[in-house]
């Protein structure tokens, strides 16, 4: 009997004991502020501006921007790229009456309340390790030619980033073609396809049926990218299709079997400035947070912000 006792008394309290050791293993960290500066961040769902301390705000940004299970080192590329991202727009915008937007048209960003109800149980540890990207960054952001860098990102690339000026028309130097192998090793988004109906296909080029499909490439960029390109004669921009049909990038072949149009597309996203796939691949290869933003942006330095 006595045995049953101390087994049954076991079984209640070891589940307490283990609560105790992971939440305190699990305890919140703090962001280790030296400057406390402010952002006017636009809420979309309730068009409400506040006002959220930068780094707070950079921690939000990792949440909504990257996945939580990538390497610190990728982590830490990604809060000083969207510090330097934020601090521009707030460089932009100082007259307007907000500076950024909580959507992809700047940066996602996720409160403290939603990631709570998103994580559960493992709101901490993942917080935790977010903040810990900001605070082994603090303040640091990129700087070209003593100007703040305007630090584009975008999913995944197909082995190589894109010149500036042929996806936004704007001539950066920072942001230059650059090679990116490692994507391929580590994003499920470096090859996809897709099908849809030719019907569809055509409605959403606002092009007449014609069951008869003539492609015609007449540039692409040096990454392979697609540039310029003939539907039936009908003269497009590569990035024209890739947004008509919401493609994943600009690098994509189309096939004809039947009456069903194949899609292919090799990428994700503008390919401007920094894969985050790539930043990925890197890290994993034993590369630092700053190898990774110096080889993304071309000819830029890490600096801290002043007092």
Not at 223 to 252: P, W
Request: charged share 25%.
């Amino acid at each position: 009997m006595k045995k049953i006792i101390i087994f049954i008394t076991l079984l209640i309290f070891i589940p307490f004991f283990i609560v105790i050791i992971y939440n305190k293993n699990y305890k919140e960290i703090e962001l280790n502020y030296i400057n406390v500066r402010y952002i006017r961040v636009k809420r979309n769902q309730t068009n409400i501006i506040e006002n959220i301390p930068l780094e707070s705000y950079i921690v939000g940004v990792l949440a909504g921007e990257m996945p939580i299970d990538f390497d610190l080192e990728a982590l830490k590329a990604q809060a000083v790229a969207s510090r330097s991202y934020a601090l521009k727009r707030m460089e932009y915008n100082k007259d307007k009456e907000y500076d950024v937007v909580d959507t992809i048209l700047n940066q996602v960003y996720l409160d403290e309340e939603y990631l709570k109800n998103a994580w559960g149980n493992n709101y901490v540890k993942n917080i935790n390790k977010l903040r810990k990207a900001v605070n082994e960054t603090i303040d640091e952001y990129l700087e070209y030619n003593g100007s703040i860098v305007d630090a584009m990102f975008f999913s995944t690339s197909n082995g190589y980033t894109e010149d500036s000026e042929l996806v936004f028309n704007f001539e950066c130097d920072y942001l230059r073609s650059v090679d990116s192998p490692w994507d391929a090793e580590v994003s499920s988004a470096y090859l996809t396809t897709k099908t849809i109906s030719l019907t569809e296909f055509y409605d959403k080029l606002n092009l007449s049926y014609d069951k008869n499909l003539n492609i015609e490439i007449i540039k692409r960029s040096n990454t392979n990218r697609i540039l310029l390109l003939k539907i039936n004669n009908q003269e497009f921009s590569g990035t024209d299709v890739y947004n008509k049909l919401s493609l994943r990038s600009t690098d994509f072949t189309i096939e004809l079997y039947g009456d069903t149009i194949k899609l292919t597309t090799k990428g994700y996203g503008h390919g401007v400035g920094m894969s985050q796939y790539g930043a990925l691949g890197m890290a994993k290869k034993g590369y630092t947070y700053e190898e990774i933003l110096k080889h993304y942006y071309q000819n830029v330095s890490i600096t801290k912000l002043k007092n």
